[in-house]
C-alpha cells in the first residue's frame, strides 16, 4: 500500500482570513558567516564552492521542511539575494586578512609558512643603471655616459618601490659576480644560486673590488659610492664581471628579499687605456709610434 503525503489544511488567521505563504526561514547573513546554528568554516577560509554548498543545503531543507516554499514564488529570489551577500561579504573578509598580512610582520610569517612563499609581498632589490659592456681596472666604475649607479627595492608583485616599513631602510652589500650568471630579473632564483655566482679574488692578489662595498637603503632607494676593480676579467671561467647587490647578513630576519644584479661587463687590464687614447698616434706624438718611426729614419721631421 503505497503512502501519499497528505496535504496541510490551510491556515487562517483568527479574522477567518487565509494567512500568506510564509517564506523560507532563512539564516541571516550575519549568523552564516559566523558559523552560528551552521557547520561553516571561519570565513577567512570559505570559498564559492562553499558558499554554493551551505546555499543548496538550505534550500533543500527549505523544500522538505516548508511545503509552502513551492507556493511562494519569492523564495528562490531571497536565496539569490542571500547568496550574493554571502559571497560579497566573504570577498571583503578575505581583502582583510590579505591586508592584515602586510602590516603585521608576525601573521605575514606564519601565512608564509602555510603557502610555502617566503613573503607575500614578493620583495626584489633592482639595480636601474646598465653598465657599459667593457671598463677598465682602477677606474671608478660607473653607468653608461657616466651615470649614477642607482637602485631600488621593488615589491614585484605591484612595480612599485617599498618606501616605508624596515625593509625601505636595509643595509646592503655590494658584490662580484660571475658574467655567466644569466637568470632573467623576472626569475625568482635563490639565495643559493646567488652566493654560488660570487667571485673573489685571485690568490695572491688583493681585494678584487675596493670602494665602497656596503650601501643602504633609504626610503627604498639608493646609489653606489666609488667603486674599482683592481683586477681584470680575462682570468675568470666567463671572462666577464657583474656587479651583485644583496642584503646584509642578520636584516631583515626572514623576510625574503631577492638579490639584484647588473648586465655582463668586461673588465681590461688598466694598460690598455693608455694605449687606446693614443691611437691611432697624432704626428707629433713624441711617445707614440711616430716617434719611433723618426728614430728608425723612416719619416723626416719638418
Known amino acids: 500500500m503505497s503512502m501519499q503525503k497528505r496535504a496541510l489544511p490551510p491556515s487562517s488567521s483568527s479574522s477567518g482570513q ?27 577560509c570559505l570559498t564559492k564552492e562553499d558558499v554554493w554548498s551551505v546555499v543548496r543545503e538550505v534550500l533543500e531543507r527549505a523544500k522538505s521542511h516548508s511545503p509552502e516554499c513551492q507556493s511562494c514564488p519569492g523564495a528562490l529570489e531571497v536565496i539569490a539575494q542571500r547568496l550574493h551577500s554571502i559571497e560579497y561579504a566573504v570577498q571583503k ?4 586578512v590579505e591586508l592584515g598580512n602586510i ?5 605575514a610569517r606564519a601565512n608564509a609558512n602555510s603557502t610555502g612563499e617566503n613573503d607575500v609581498r614578493n620583495l626584489r632589490l633592482q639595480i636601474q643603471t646598465k653598465l657599459s659592456d667593457s671598463l677598465f681596472s682602477g677606474k671608478k666604475l660607473e653607468g653608461e655616459g657616466g651615470a649614477r649607479i642607482s637602485f631600488a627595492l621593488i615589491n614585484a608583485n605591484t612595480g612599485d618601490v617599498v618606501r616605508s616599513g624596515l625593509e625601505s631602510s636595509v643595509k646592503l652589500d655590494i658584490v662580484v659576480l660571475e658574467g655567466d650568471f644569466n637568470k632573467d630579473d623576472e626569475d625568482n632564483w635563490t639565495q643559493e644560486e646567488f652566493e654560488n655566482h660570487v667571485v673573489k679574488q685571485r690568490e695572491g692578489k688583493g681585494p678584487l673590488l675596493a670602494g665602497d662595498l656596503a650601501v643602504k637603503l633609504k626610503e627604498g632607494v639608493g646609489e653606489m659610492g666609488e667603486l674599482i676593480f683592481n683586477d681584470n676579467s680575462s682570468w675568470n671561467r666567463s671572462k666577464r664581471f657583474r656587479i651583485g647587490l644583496k642584503v646584509a647578513t642578520g636584516f631583515c630576519g626572514n623576510t625574503r628579499i631577492r638579490e639584484a644584479k647588473t648586465n655582463a661587463f668586461q673588465v681590461k ?11 691611432p698616434p697624432a704626428s ?9 718611426l723618426r728614430k728608425m729614419g723612416y719619416l723626416i721631421k719638418n
Open 284 to 292: 707629433d706624438d713624441e711617445s707614440g709610434d711616430w716617434s719611433r
Open 18 to 44: 487565509p494567512s500568506q505563504p510564509k517564506r523560507p526561514c532563512l539564516p541571516p547573513v550575519d549568523q552564516a558567516l559566523n558559523g552560528s546554528g551552521t557547520n561553516l568554516m571561519p570565513c577567512c
Open 269 to 279: 687590464e688598466h694598460r690598455g687605456e693608455a694605449y687606446r687614447k693614443h691611437y
Open 103 to 107: 602590516h603585521s610582520p608576525q601573521l
Open 93 to 96: 573578509l578575505k581583502e582583510a
